[in-house]
């Protein structure tokens, strides 16, 4: 089963700039999709980025769509999302996800993905 731990979180001003990281431990193949999804308070989690297997582009919400950028390192097995151009509707804590997805499998839904991290919070001061 596989386990993921973010970090990198923190309390950063509008404008700025933080880098994510997820670690898996346990059983991670390349060929399994990871995503970003990230909850404000009072909000439902909502889709941030995710990537499938090795050799796949990643996906975008449009919120953050030229903002943020999600990689991954296979060899690592960990993923990050670089966040620049940070504002304040994007605070919230962010969840790291991983699973196994099926070709016609959408990759922007939180019900696709069976493992999750315990979140990071991501502050943004105006």
């Known amino acids: 089963q596989a386990q993921l731990v973010e970090s990198g979180g923190g309390l950063v001003q509008t404008g700025g700039s933080l880098e994510l990281s997820c670690v898996t431990s346990?059983?991670?193949?390349?060929?399994?999709?990871m995503g970003w999804f990230r909850q404000a308070p009072g909000m439902e989690r909502e889709f941030v980025a995710a990537?499938?297997?090795?050799?796949?582009?990643?996906i975008y919400a449009d919120s953050v769509k030229g903002r943020f950028t999600m990689s991954r390192d296979n060899a690592k097995n960990t993923v990050y999302l670089q966040m620049n151009s940070l504002k304040p509707e994007d605070t919230a804590v962010y969840y790291c996800?991983?699973?196994?997805?099926?070709?016609?499998?959408?990759?922007?839904?939180?019900?696709?993905?069976?493992?999750w991290g315990q979140g990071t919070q991501v502050t943004v001061s105006s």
């Open positions: 990537v499938r297997g090795s050799g796949s582009m990643p």
């Open positions: 996800a991983a699973g196994i997805l099926l070709f016609n499998t959408r990759a922007d839904l939180s019900r696709s993905y069976a493992y």
């Open positions: 346990g059983r991670m193949y390349s060929n399994y999709a």
